[in-house]
């Protein structure tokens, strides 16, 4: 997510609208009037404000973590159970039962707790940006690749590492200088965001690499994808802050995920073609061939 400040509010804004449904269930202890068929609705934890919108951001919760993603959402739904077993009872003329208030009051420290430590995460997420390119640096590279190769695997898609390469970067900035490598890193990375789709993943490695995670539908996709990147890197026509012109190129070593192969072993044979690249002549791609 490119403004996490924004999500902060969007957050913000879904919790406050939640408080306003427990003022209705409020009244409906105190007054005995109906809180609305929203609250009684068996599925009500999913078409309050606060569950719609946890389900539009899913992913974003996911990427943070996947596992307090889905406490989140348990400790919802149970105070959303209780919640509804109250104010049934109230509405039926019967007295309240301790559990129920027990196992609302428990599940709404638990749903705040959880999204109190979203909060922090979204704030270190928002720390882990590259401030000259404006992507994401390498700290989440490999817990985001999970998640996707999890969707891949449901979809039927194929899992991809991109590692892209400027080539011959020593050689800008010793003769242009560093400001003028630091453009050409801007703009390389303006380019690569262009050249992906969507639901692309693109992160600043570190000095003049560039990583992508994409899905892929057959293995022939990896051919388009990566030659568009490389056509949207040759296509660039910068001038130094000396004025003189700078026409970077890449190598872009890929791999393709294979059953059973882990992040850090498809990360290595894109590495390796990578480098089988360079050795060829830089401004290329190779694709790393699938393993026998």
Request: proline share 3%.
């Amino acid at each position: 997510m490119e403004n996490y400040h924004i999500f902060i509010s969007e957050l913000d804004a879904a919790m406050q609208a939640h408080l306003e449904w427990t003022r209705r269930v409020l009244r409906c202890a105190v007054l005995h009037i109906s809180p609305g068929s929203d609250v009684l609705n068996q599925e009500a934890h999913s078409q309050c404000r606060f569950g719609k919108w946890i389900t539009l951001n899913h992913s974003v919760f996911d990427a943070l973590d996947p596992h307090r993603t889905v406490a989140m959402e348990i400790s919802h739904k149970a105070m959303h159970d209780a919640i509804r077993n109250i104010c049934n009872k109230v509405l039926a003329g019967k007295p309240g039962v301790e559990s129920d208030l027990g196992a609302f009051e428990t599940s709404q420290t638990l749903l705040v707790s959880h999204l109190a430590e979203f909060k922090t995460l979204l704030v270190q997420s928002d720390s882990q940006l590259d401030p000259l390119t404006g992507l994401p640096l390498r700290h989440r590279l490999e817990q985001n690749f999970e998640l996707m190769a999890r969707h891949a695997s449901r979809h039927f898609t194929i899992p991809s590492v991109m590692i892209i390469d400027l080539d011959k970067f020593k050689e800008i900035n010793d003769r242009h200088g560093h400001a003028s490598g630091d453009l050409v890193l801007k703009e390389v990375a303006s380019r690569i965001r262009y050249a992906l789709r969507g639901e692309d993943q693109v992160y600043r490695y570190g000095g003049e690499e560039f990583v992508v995670l994409s899905e892929l539908a057959s293995p022939d996709g990896a051919e388009i994808a990566v030659q568009r990147i490389l056509d949207a890197i040759r296509s660039l026509d910068l001038c130094s802050v000396g004025g003189a012109e700078i026409h970077p190129t890449a190598t872009i070593g890929v791999a393709l995920m294979q059953k059973g192969e882990s992040f850090k072993h498809l990360l290595h044979r894109a590495d390796v073609a990578l480098y089988e690249g360079k050795d060829a002549g830089r401004n290329r791609y190779v694709i790393s061939k699938p393993i026998a």
